[in-house]
């Protein structure tokens, strides 16, 4: 039950992209296509944003998608905007109904 | 709208016991899974338990297994985290949240310091 591993920050302009990797293991990440990905502002609670790996819930922007590729998941945001600076954590189901969330990555907004 | 409602935090000293509470409205708690998630300060997300919807399934994380218990009472719609044996590090924001594999809905928190 190790937590995923995220770069700690990651940085882009308004209207750029970038994108924050989650990598974990064949245990966990690359073992079920169960990866989520949450918005966190600060003192606020969590807020899903993507769930089965590239699933969007309703009234999350399209701006953000998720894809996988073996241990490492990743959570795109494109035409980056003032609004998208916080906290972004990864989680992935890990087997026999537990889970385990990622380091987090802190995105600002230049 | 769902409201997920935490209550039963505080300071408590090494060693020590405490039970949190979650009160769900807004949905039928009945029909999901239930999640404990905890934070603690200036750190990330932690998962640390989950039950099953009958509460007959009820998984942790090894961290706390064998110290805390999850439990719920669907006829009361509430969740429950009894925590024993605190240590320094269960200090945290703990989060009551609807699901499992994907959590739409969090509480605001509520917060364990364990420190003597």
């Known amino acids: 039950q190790s937590a995923l591993t995220q770069p700690a920050s990651v940085s882009g302009s308004p209207g750029q992209s970038i994108t924050i990797s989650c990598t974990g293991t064949?245990?966990?990440?690359?073992?079920?296509?169960?990866v989520s990905w949450y918005q966190q502002h600060p003192g606020k609670a969590p807020k899903l944003m993507i769930y089965d790996v590239n699933k969007r819930p309703s009234g999350v922007s399209n701006r953000f998608s998720g894809s996988k590729s073996g241990n490492t998941a990743s959570l795109t945001i494109s035409g980056l905007q003032a609004e998208d600076e916080a906290d972004y954590f990864c989680?992935?189901?890990?087997?026999?109904?537990?889970?385990?969330f990622g380091t987090g990555t802190k995105v600002t907004v230049l | 709208e769902v409201q997920l409602v935490e209550s039963g935090g505080g300071l408590v000293q090494p060693g020590g016991s405490l039970r949190l509470s979650c009160a769900a409205s807004?949905?039928?708690?009945?029909?999901?899974?239930m999640s404990w998630v905890r934070q603690a300060p200036g750190k990330g997300l932690e998962w640390v338990a989950n039950i099953k919807q009958d509460g007959s399934e009820k998984n942790y994380v090894d961290s706390v297994k064998g110290r805390f218990t999850i439990s719920r009472d669907n006829a009361k719609n509430s969740l429950y985290l009894q925590m024993n044996s605190l240590r320094a590090d269960d200090t945290a924001v703990y989060y009551c949240?609807?699901?499992?594999?994907?959590?739409?809905?969090w509480g605001q928190g509520t917060l364990v310091t364990v420190s003597s």
């Open positions: 989680c992935s189901y890990a087997g026999r109904s537990t889970y385990v």
């Open positions: 064949s245990s966990d990440v690359g073992a079920y296509n169960y």
């Open positions: 949240a609807r699901g499992t594999s994907d959590i739409p809905d």
């Open positions: 807004g949905f039928t708690f009945r029909d999901y899974w």
